[in-house]
T-cell receptor, first 112, second 113 residues
């Protein structure tokens, strides 16, 4: 069975500091991996995705994520956080049957 | 942004009443999904559809039914709403490619009193 774990429920960072959000997945085959961001009252927006190839993927808004098969991880990073990055972030895993499983999310607070 | 419209955006209803939420897409995508979002649970799949009249259950399907009579519309029905179904409901779509991501609507906030 597939599952996604986001160990950090809530993270607070200072504006301009670096950010890393953790994501671990469970899936028997090569996974399709995604990060989404949700601003209050909005739907989820795709930040980036990994299917195959280069394990470091670039996304929108300056985010990147690295796939590490040995650790079953797909952590999201940003070198310098902006106040507008405050939101909830979701990691998801998909399979070849077009089924998707989400983590419980990490809420990011950015302090000035 | 993907053309996904959810209606209504907000609804308050009483326990025991039927409720139908609508999702309409203009992308001609094959797959459509209904998720519910609750604090501490993330997004949980209720039902999904892989074509017209083809649907299947997700992990939290009890108390919900769905119908898809046209490619563009996917309806979620709560036959007899309960307070535990108070939630934010999201529709999502995906095309036929196995590695296609989900694209989400803006959600429907349902309150059952």
């Amino acid at each position: 069975a597939q599952s996604v774990t986001q160990p950090d429920i809530h993270i607070t960072v200072s504006e301009g500091a670096s950010l890393e959000l953790r994501c671990n997945y469970s899936y028997g085959a090569t996974p399709y991996l995604f990060w989404y961001v949700q601003s209050p009252g909005q739907g989820l927006q795709l930040l980036l995705k990994y299917f195959s190839g280069d394990t470091l993927v670039q996304g929108i808004k300056g985010f990147e994520a690295e796939f590490k098969r040995s650790q079953s991880s797909f952590n999201l990073r940003k070198p310098s956080v902006h106040w507008s990055d405050a939101a909830e972030y979701f990691c998801a895993v998909g399979n070849t049957g077009n089924q998707f499983y989400f983590g419980t999310g990490t809420s990011l607070t950015v302090i000035p | 942004d993907a053309g996904i419209t959810q209606s209504p955006r907000h609804k308050v209803t009483e326990t025991g009443t039927p409720v139908t939420l609508r999702c309409h897409q203009t992308e001609n995508h094959r797959y459509m999904y209904w998720y519910r979002q609750d604090p501490g649970h993330g997004l949980r799949l209720i039902h999904y559809s892989y074509g017209v009249k083809d649907t299947d259950k997700g992990e939290v399907s009890d108390g919900y039914s769905v119908s898809r009579s046209k490619t563009e519309d996917f309806l979620l029905t709560l036959e007899s709403a309960t307070s535990s179904q108070t939630s934010v409901y999201f529709c999502a779509i995906s095309d036929n490619r196995g590695n296609s991501p989900l694209h989400f609507g803006n959600g429907t906030r349902l309150t059952v009193t």
